[in-house]
């Protein structure tokens, strides 16, 4: 199929994507329109955090007016509040003093090391292994789904303050998924045919040109593996650089890679990261969601509430309509996880399940497709289903909707209501009960368990109704334990 629209411009025009970092930053246009304060900020908080942006996010989506509290500036642009004051004070002695080095790169680690680099266990137990080696740049954390983690997409057009991946972007090897080949992924496929989709992510796959992700893609579309049936790009470009489908130089040669996926009878979806109703507003960010959606492909739009940024009901509820009039599927919005600057970004549990209830009633039934408020916690993905008074107790109804066992998946359980609990490990079990009934099964609902930190254990996949005390299946000697 020969792609074209009357907005893709000539080659002379094409716009070429331009980053700006820590260093850079200072010869974009904007810089001089941002407070002395707001400069150090950004000058200091990003020793610590990931600071990357473009010129599309500078020039379209942030209002220059309305900062700081506009929301992607608030996004992309690092604040000294998402530090500690004792921190930041500090921090900000060593970065503008420029004297101790050393004392810099210690202060660095000690705060990063705080934030929780990798939550829901991703280092420790969503690791699969063959012969008892682990797969560098492989997750497994359900039954069904493997996460891929190509190592050359392991940066983005721009990074979000609050991402739960930040230590991908800082320098932490130690802590970082990559993979350079890809055939031990298509070998751990083909030992596990209960593996049906394959998530390739990142950092962001689409920084890389078409001929590398095809690399990737094309073992996947062998005939030895016809389990897969699903292979899934998580991306973020779709909203800090649209240009990616519609003008860069292969974006054609990408769309004819979607529908090559398509043709082979598997489903290419595209997982769009949305936080804001502004970033679906610009023309180029439209032409890209009918070029995704017309190759066969599909789209499907997932983000995390996060205060600070997307607290309007009406901003989700408008995101979501846009979405859906132009043909991609609202599929899930996020509780902020317990990484990074959590304390800077995150809401309590029943204030998400409020915004939640209230875009949600401002749409109609084929937005009703997205599910909320979800916790992608330890267990599983954990969803508030409601507020409820039962026996006259309050309550937040939950249920899995992926588990680690499969068993667990969409049976309600109740959890004390607590106004101020933002996180799963923050819950307690409601009606006079110690435990909820997946820690009763062996559980638990964070990655430390009822062990101290660092003597965490490998819990394996269970497939349903196997008996949860049992072992694992093995078809082969992997046994896979990745994250979601």
């Known amino acids: 199929m020969e792609f074209s629209d009357p907005l893709k411009e000539t080659p002379m025009d094409t716009p070429k994507f331009k980053p700006f970092i820590r260093q850079t930053i200072s010869h974009s246009r904007q810089w001089e329109w941002i407070p002395p304060d707001l400069q150090e900020a950004v000058q200091v908080v990003s020793h610590v955090l990931p600071f990357r942006t473009n010129e599309y996010v500078l020039d379209h989506l942030i209002d220059w007016n309305n900062i700081p509290d506009d929301p992607i500036y608030r996004l ?122 394959v998530l390739i992510t990142g950092g962001d796959p689409l920084i890389m040109n078409t001929r590398s992700l095809e690399a990737y893609i094309a073992p996947l579309l062998a005939p030895d593996l016809a389990h897969i049936q699903n292979i899934r790009i998580g991306t973020k470009s779709v909203a800090y650089w649209p240009q990616r489908f519609v003008t860069d130089r292969d974006a054609d040669d990408l769309l004819r890679l979607f529908e090559r996926v398509v043709a082979s009878g598997k489903n290419m979806a595209i997982m769009g990261h949305y936080n804001h109703a502004v970033e ?67 809401l309590p549990l029943a204030r998400a399940h409020e915004i939640f209830q209230a875009a949600y009633q401002m749409v109609s039934g084929l937005s009703r497709t997205v599910r909320g408020p979800s916790m992608s916690a330890f267990p599983g993905k954990v969803v508030i289903d409601g507020i409820a008074q039962i026996g006259g107790e309050k309550v937040f109804a939950l249920q899995f909707l992926q588990a680690r066992n499969a068993d667990w998946v969409r049976k309600p359980f109740y959890a004390k209501f607590d106004p101020h609990a933002t996180w799963m490990d923050e819950l307690k079990p409601a009606f006079g009960k110690e435990k909820f009934f997946f820690e009763e099964e062996g559980g638990s609902r964070s990655e430390f368990g009822a062990e101290p930190p660092g003597a965490r254990k490998v819990i394996p996949l269970m497939a349903a109704r196997q008996e949860v005390g049992g072992a694992a299946p093995a078809p082969s000697s992997a046994t896979g334990c990745g994250s979601h």
């Open 280 to 346: 679906l507003r610009q023309e180029m960010a439209q032409q890209a969601v009918k070029r995704i959606v017309g190759t066969g492909a599909t789209l499907r739009m997932q983000g995390p509430l996060i205060r600070h940024i997307n607290e309007d009901p009406a901003s989700w509820a408008e995101l979501w309509q846009t979405g859906v009039r132009l043909g991609a599927i609202p599929y899930y919005m996020f509780v902020e996880r317990d990484t990074g600057p959590r304390e800077y970004f995150q």
């Open 76 to 197: 992309t642009f690092p604040h000294r509040d998402m530090l500690a004051p004792d921190d930041y004070a500090r921090l900000k002695e060593l970065v503008l003093g420029k004297a101790d080095q050393p004392a810099l790169v210690e202060l660095v680690r000690r705060i990063r090391m705080r934030m929780n680099p990798h939550p829901a266990g991703q280092m420790t137990h969503n690791v699969p292994r063959v012969n008892d080696a682990p797969l560098k740049g492989l997750q497994h954390k359900y039954k069904e789904t493997v996460l891929f983690f190509p190592s050359s997409g392991q940066t983005c057009h721009a990074y979000c303050t609050f991402c739960f991946r930040w230590p991908q972007f800082v320098g932490m090897d130690d802590m970082k998924f990559d993979a350079k080949e890809s055939h031990e992924l298509a070998s751990y496929l083909r030992m596990h045919p209960e593996v049906t989709d």
